[in-house]
């Protein structure tokens, strides 16, 4: 033990730890978790594995004792509304880029920059690119994040402002807390943990590609894998971006839907009308719009759209075998996560299948008509039903999109004229689970958790996992730290600040495992 420390105490000397952060760690670990302390130096490899081992235990203990300050830097980072959606962010969103860039640079990040991904046809949110390829011999890290946020509305749910980051309950609330500000930045400071343990230095090498498009499709990072791939040239990548299946309960996550994201516009008369006068005579594009959509999805959560589910496929049997063993209580979830009297989906098929392995389609808003307090008679000239539809293995966007928009012009009502737009899409992923860096995370999350990892698939989409996986031919590994619980998407976000400190040390011990 006391050899242990004056080890630990000679890397606190180089990085100048405070004495508290040392004796913190001692104290957390016992000295069991150390088969190589400092008296042991027989071999060449045995001191490399033993300075890696103390460095991780230095950076850990750096991470331990500077949490406050790295929740205050996400709460700054929090506050920039950096709406990817919305045009009248595009300098928030931006100034959420340079955050990032600035506080990489900081930490001893190399060739840190900002990657343009606007073109002739297309404004984008920039990219933020950094890497650190000292390690030689050892695997090469892509950790990947997202800064934009999605919009925040309806604003008078929230019960405090989604960009005045407050923490109530050892959660912090705000949004982008889980998705993916939060999370993005538990790589960042699991890197600045072991570039200070480490002296200037990393256990792997390291490049980070964090996007500002995420929310809205990812098309500008798709495009840069596409067509500079061999500037992220890596060994695998890291995706904080998922939840864990319940609270306590380390997880990866090894699948994600893929999706299409549509409009649908419906135009009836040249201009808006007075109902009375008109109305018998023109047709409502709404009312059109609610006949397509009532053929679109039967009552069982069928879609109807001829051959539609001709590519899915369904699970192994091990895999929905292990489904069936994790902690899922349908009327818990039904009550607590939905809040619905009852869930909808296709019968015989449980929840976690219904959810994560099969096709949706689903209507997100329909823009357009009067939707002012109190009445106005109208018939309005148009109207637009946005919707989306989840892709899973083996289904792809085009030929989905293809199928779609020839059932929904085939069910144009009549006197209307439909436009069927794509607005963005992105394929679905199953990834391997069979490789060492998978092993790296389940054994960084044993340390932490002290629990087995279980392994699920999600039911949301991260567009660019499929390119990672199908351009760059690199495993990922998603190591999420969300719960259930934590309202994506929804007003009163938050990240449970826990998850957010065993997030960090979770990622200290995976980059370092993967480096050993
Ligand atoms: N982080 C989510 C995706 C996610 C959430 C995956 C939970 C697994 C579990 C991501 O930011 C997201 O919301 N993606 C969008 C993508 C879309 C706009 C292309 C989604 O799924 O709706
Ligand atoms: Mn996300
Ligand atoms: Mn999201």
Redesign the pocket.
């Known amino acids: 033990m006391r050899l242990l420390s004056s080890c630990s105490e000679r890397n606190a000397r180089k990085i100048r730890i405070p004495e508290e952060a040392i004796s913190n760690c001692a104290s957390r670990q016992g000295t069991e978790n150390f088969p190589y302390t400092c008296v042991r130096a027989a071999t060449k490899s045995a001191k490399i594995i033993r300075e890696n081992q103390s460095v991780m235990t230095t950076a850990v203990a750096y991470a331990q004792e500077n949490k406050g300050r790295f929740v205050e830097e996400l709460k700054a980072l929090l506050r920039i509304p950096s709406i990817s959606t919305d045009p009248e962010h595009v300098g928030d969103v931006r100034r959420a880029a340079e955050f990032v860039a600035a506080e990489l640079k900081r930490i001893g990040m190399e060739n840190v920059r900002l990657i343009e991904t606007t073109t002739a046809e297309r404004k984008g949110h920039p990219l933020v690119y950094a890497d650190w390829l000292h390690a030689t011999g050892k695997p090469t890290v892509l950790c990947y994040g997202?800064y934009d946020v999605?919009p925040p509305e309806p604003l008078d749910e929230w019960r405090s402002p989604p960009f005045e980051p407050t923490e109530r309950d050892g959660n912090i609330y705000a949004r982008g807390a889980v998705?993916?500000k939060g999370q993005m930045w538990m790589h960042v400071k699991a890197l600045e943990s072991l570039m200070m343990a480490g002296g200037g230095k990393l256990p792997v090498n390291v490049r980070v590609i964090v996007e500002g498009e995420?929310?809205?499709?990812?098309e500008g990072i798709a495009a840069f894998v596409r067509t500079h791939g061999e500037q992220l040239k890596a060994d695998v990548a890291l995706v904080s971006?998922?939840?864990m299946f319940a609270p306590e309960l380390p997880t990866l996550?090894v699948g994600?839907?893929g999706?299409i994201?549509t409009e649908i516009e419906a135009r009836g008369a040249r201009t808006d009308l007075h109902s009375g006068m008109y109305g018998g005579a023109a047709p409502n594009p709404f009312v059109a719009l609610a006949q397509v959509i009532a053929k679109l999805k039967d009552e069982n959560g069928k879609i109807l759209i001829p051959g539609f589910y001709d590519k899915v496929e369904r699970p192994a049997d091990a895999e929905l075998r292990a489904w069936k063993a994790l902690p899922f209580d349908e009327e818990h979830y039904r009550e607590t996560e939905v809040g619905s009297v009852s869930l909808t989906g296709e019968p015989g098929l449980s929840v976690l299948e219904r959810t994560w392995a099969r096709p949706t389609l689903d209507v997100h808003g329909m823009p357009g008509g009067f939707i002012g307090a109190g009445a106005k008679t109208v018939i309005p000239a148009k109207a637009v039903a946005k919707v989306?539809m989840?892709l899973v293995p083996d289904m792809t966007p085009a030929e989905s999109f293809a199928k779609y928009k020839a059932y929904v012009e085939s069910l144009t009502p009549k006197g209307i004229v439909l436009e069927v737009r794509l607005i963005?899409?992105?394929d679905p992923i199953v990834v391997s689970t069979d490789n060492e860096y998978v092993k790296a995370a389940t054994d960084a999350m044993r340390e932490v958790f002290g629990k087995e990892t279980v392994f699920v698939r999600?039911?949301?989409?991260?567009?660019i996992v499929g390119d990672f996986v199908r351009e760059l031919k690199i495993p990922t590994v998603?190591m999420?730290f969300?719960l259930p619980d934590d309202n994506?998407?929804a007003p009163n976000e938050k990240f449970h600040l826990a998850n957010f400190y065993r997030g960090i040390e979770s990622i200290v011990r995976f980059l370092s495992g993967v480096g050993a």
């Open positions: 997202h999605q998705d993916d995420e929310e809205v499709g990812g971006d998922t939840e996550c994600l839907r999706m994201y989306s989840r963005h899409s992105g999600g039911g949301g989409s991260i567009p998603m999420g969300g994506l998407h």
